[in-house]
């Protein structure tokens, strides 16, 4: 599911899942927030079409299948 969601983001910004994912990440260990306002309501438009109800506090629950 996250990676349906993370593919549709990529899509929309126009780059590939691996430069999407880098970006992020180096925004991360810069402690630096990766999104914008307009690109946080297009998160919040994707989370909702690929109902996906995660947020952070749920990152150290998730387990592999």
Known sequence: MILSWYKGLAEYH?????????????????GKAPFSEKNL????????????DLTWQDS????ES
Request: zero cysteines; a neutral charge.
């Open 60 to 63: 150290h629950k998730l387990v």
């Open 14 to 30: 126009d780059m590939s899942l691996g430069n999407l994912i880098e970006g992020i990440m180096l925004h991360a260990f810069d």
């Open 41 to 52: 309501k297009k998160i919040k438009d994707l989370k909702s079409i690929y109902e996906l």
